[in-house]
């Protein structure tokens, strides 16, 4: 079955320490792999994707297959990286994790 | 331009009435999709449109949901019946076309709560 797992459901982090958000992910064939971010009060917006292997607002996220996971990085943690994370798997439609709220500290 | 809407905000009810939610898409998006959200848990995935046609709906969770795109653009997600369980935010996503390659563009959701 697919699914996809974010063992935290609270991450708190100091401003300035890395970050790191976990993902483990259940899926047969290859797999493409995303992270959603939602800011208070604003709407569900793709974050990166695996494929992109790219970079965004400091955060990385490298596919492993062995491990089936796709953790969420960040070496320097700032305020307004505070948002709930989703770790998604996709096909057609979308397959969400639970979530992870990020509270960065001052 | 604009993004997807959806309307209403915000949607109070009884339990055992009908209820229909409403989605516009980003035009020229000929995908779909609508997922629910139940407090602390992720979106779950409902049904998507390609065009006017229903092209994955196993994950309506019983005949009492329903939805509808008639003319290709604007759908409606209908809930008879209503029950308290149902209470969650409903949310609408498109893309251009179906496919993982293409981001879901979300809206910004329709609260329900079932009394």
């Known amino acids: 079955a697919q699914r996809v797992t974010q063992p935290e459901k609270l991450l708190s982090v100091f401003k300035g320490a890395p970050v790191e958000l976990k993902c483990n992910y259940s899926?047969?064939?290859?797999?493409?792999l995303f992270w959603y971010v939602q800011y208070s009060r604003q709407r569900l917006q793709l974050l990166l994707r695996?494929?992109s292997r790219e970079s965004i607002k400091g955060f990385t996220a490298d596919l492993n297959k062995g491990e089936t996971s796709f953790h969420l990085k960040k070496p320097f943690a700032q305020e307004e990286d505070s948002a709930m994370y989703y770790c998604?798997?996709?096909?057609?439609?979308?397959?969400f994790g639970k979530g992870t709220r990020l509270h960065i500290l001052p | 331009g604009a993004g997807v809407s959806q309307t209403p905000s915000n949607k109070v009810t009884e339990k055992g009435k009908y209820v229909e939610l409403r989605c516009d898409p980003i035009?020229?998006?000929?995908?779909l999709y609508w997922y629910r959200q139940s407090l602390g848990q992720g979106p779950e995935f409902l049904i998507y449109?390609?065009?006017?046609?229903?092209?994955?709906d196993s994950g309506l969770p019983n005949d009492r949901f329903f939805a509808v795109r008639p003319e290709g653009s604007v759908s409606t997600l209908k809930i008879q019946r209503t029950e308290r369980g149902d209470s969650a935010v409903y949310l609408c996503?498109?893309?251009?076309?179906?496919?993982?390659?293409?981001?879901?563009?979300f809206g910004p959701g329709t609260r329900l709560t079932v009394l």
């Open positions: 996503a498109s893309s251009l076309t179906p496919g993982a390659y293409n981001e879901q563009f």
């Open positions: 899926y047969s064939g290859s797999p493409e």
């Open positions: 695996h494929i």
């Open positions: 998604a798997l996709r096909d057609d439609k979308i397959i």
């Open positions: 035009s020229g998006h000929t995908a």
């Open positions: 449109f390609q065009g006017t046609g229903a092209a994955d």
